[in-house]
């Protein structure tokens, strides 16, 4: 009895080219499935927006730091410091020297 059920549900549940159909026989199950695709479709919506926000600051950020680049750039050109390192590179040197020493005692002692 229940092989001929089972044959039954089968023929049922097979169409004329021999594939078999898709009629919903599980409502709970196709009604999970469905709630499942929809929270995945939220999910892929909302980090469709944070990407977008992200890819937005990214944008802005690397601008802004680009400017502030140019700008410091601009002020290095300008300083006094430069300007003195390029005309007595040996005095810049000692002085370069002498500040590392003075760093290395002060972190040398305990």
Known sequence: MATQTAKTTAAK???????????PSHPVTDQLKESLHESVDKLADNASVAEENIRRTATASA???????RLAEQKWQSSKVRNYAI???VATAGLAFAAG???TSLFRKK
């Open 13 to 23: 549940n097979t169409s004329a080219n021999g594939k078999a159909t898709s009629e």
């Open 63 to 69: 601008e802004n730091m680009s400017e502030r680049k």
């Open 87 to 89: 005309e007595n590179p």
């Open 101 to 103: 020493v003075l760093v």
